[in-house]
């Protein structure tokens, strides 16, 4: 299986249904469906050691539930080729967001990779050039020791600097109060929150992943309204 492409082996949707708008970390069935009727537009499953993290079974069946029109991404860190196909495949993934060691695998999954990065320095930006076929570059928070899920807001001048250069989801201490600010700052192609919409660890509160998505839907709406915005978000690939 190693040797097929994602496409080969996901039988998860492949077309983005509205702005790109992620809830990740997802756990349980009831906040999967609470996002996409909130009108989010991709749901995130965490299968690396995290708080957030869902065995590839629970992610089958929460999967397996959620409407067709949702992209289903696996989030996956210091893992090998082969587990990340083989879960893709089992759990109908559309996308996998590599981070860690995982990152080198992105140029293997090509259109349905989302790699990572952490910049702190404009140099850190470097590897976007080697990204350019993927799906689209995560930008997060850059922390010592955390690879991802820190909760804080990351260098949003950084984050603005990569969405000129490529097509950008940016996460990192997004939530309802400050998502449209982040998007008209940013300008990125999706944003991504996980710890904002949340009471606890892995469990989702209904009014924050409303709010989230109402907030996001509107700072896209009016970017996209600007011409300018709209030449970024067609032809930033």
Same mark, same amino acid.
């Given at each position: /299986?190693?040797?097929? $492409?994602?496409?080969?082996?996901?039988?998860?949707?492949?077309?983005?249904? +509205?702005?790109?708008?992620?809830?990740?970390?997802?756990?349980?069935?009831? =906040?999967?469906? %609470?996002?996409?009727?909130?009108?989010? %537009?991709?749901?995130?499953?965490?299968?690396?050691?995290?708080?957030?993290?869902? =065995?590839?079974?629970?992610?089958?069946?929460?999967?397996? &539930?959620?409407?067709?029109?949702? /992209? &289903?991404?696996?989030?996956?860190?210091?893992?090998?080729?082969?587990?990340?196909?083989?879960?893709?495949?089992?759990?109908?993934? =559309?996308?996998?967001?590599?981070? @860690?060691?995982?990152?080198?695998?992105? *140029?293997?999954?090509? @259109?349905?990779?989302?790699?990572?990065?952490?910049?702190?320095?404009?140099?850190?930006?470097? $590897?976007?050039?080697?990204?350019?076929?993927?799906?689209?570059?995560?930008? =997060? %928070?850059? #922390?010592?020791?955390?690879? +991802?899920?820190?909760?804080? *807001?990351?260098?949003?001048?950084?984050?603005?600097?990569?969405?000129?250069?490529?097509?950008?989801?940016?996460?990192?201490?997004?939530?309802?109060?400050?998502?449209?600010?982040?998007?008209?700052?940013? &300008?990125?192609?999706?944003? #991504?929150?996980?710890?904002?919409?949340?009471?606890? $660890?892995?469990?989702?509160?209904?009014?924050?992943?409303?709010?989230?998505?109402?907030?996001?839907?509107?700072?896209? %709406?009016?970017?996209?309204?600007?011409?300018? @915005?709209?030449?970024? &978000?067609?032809?930033?690939?």
């Amino acid at each position: /299986m190693a040797g097929l $492409p994602l496409k080969d082996v996901c039988g998860g949707t492949s077309a983005l249904s +509205g702005p790109f708008i992620k809830a990740c970390g997802i756990t349980r069935l009831e =906040d999967g469906l %609470t996002a996409c009727a909130a009108g989010f %537009t991709a749901v995130g499953f965490v299968f690396a050691s995290s708080p957030r993290q869902i =065995d590839p079974d629970l992610a089958r069946f929460v999967s397996s &539930r959620l409407p067709q029109s949702v /992209m &289903r991404v696996g989030v996956f860190l210091d893992q090998e080729e082969d587990e990340v196909r083989e879960i893709a495949a089992f759990c109908s993934l =559309d996308l996998v967001q590599l981070h @860690g060691r995982s990152v080198h695998l992105a *140029t293997r999954f090509g @259109g349905r990779a989302i790699p990572s990065l952490r910049p702190r320095t404009p140099e850190d930006l470097e $590897p976007l050039h080697e990204y350019r076929d993927t799906f689209a570059v995560l930008v =997060d %928070t850059w #922390d010592p020791e955390l690879p +991802g899920g820190t909760g804080r *807001t990351g260098d949003w001048d950084l984050a603005a600097d990569a969405s000129r250069k490529a097509r950008v989801i940016l996460a990192g201490g997004l939530d309802p109060g400050n998502v449209a600010q982040a998007i008209a700052r940013v &300008r990125p192609f999706g944003v #991504d929150v996980s710890s904002g919409v949340e009471s606890s $660890p892995g469990i989702k509160e209904a009014h924050l992943l409303r709010a989230f998505a109402q907030e996001a839907r509107k700072a896209f %709406t009016a970017e996209l309204g600007n011409p300018a @915005g709209l030449r970024r &978000r067609i032809f930033r690939k």
